[in-house]
């Protein structure tokens, strides 16, 4: 996704098929709910050998649809609408955040490094959210 993100800027690292093929393999990972989960998007495992939390996430879910948005495919397709459509529903209306949790091991999300993955999943989803409008 990053590759596909950083090829809407700089020609020639993706060939067109290459890049059909990331965007395929990104839209067949979207789950029922509209979202992205950061567990179906790489073959992660913890440190501490706990599992890893596969409900859609903000992180997921931002990066997706911002690298769908900045790679070309229009806000109108129905894998980013429900994407964008799940992070507004999803949004925490008390902190304004975006929820995700550490791909390294399970984390006290109260803590300063807890916060970490939510703070990176606002940033995307703003960005993501931003692009569409």
Partial sequence: LMLLWA????????????R????DSAVATQQSDGGWSMASLGAWKRIDGSA??????????G????????AGVSRANPAVST???WLRRNQNRTTGQWPASSLNKQR???SDIGRFMS?????????SLTQAH
């Fill in 83 to 85: 994407g964008l459509e």
């Fill in 7 to 18: 090829s809407a800027k700089v020609t020639g690292l993706l060939t067109s098929e290459q």
């Fill in 108 to 110: 006290d999300p109260a």
């Fill in 119 to 127: 703070d990176a999943a606002t940033a995307y989803a703003v960005l």
């Fill in 63 to 70: 990066l997706v649809t911002l690298a769908l948005q900045q």
């Fill in 20 to 23: 059909q093929s990331v965007i």
């Fill in 52 to 61: 890893l939390d596969t409900t859609s996430d903000g992180y997921a879910t």
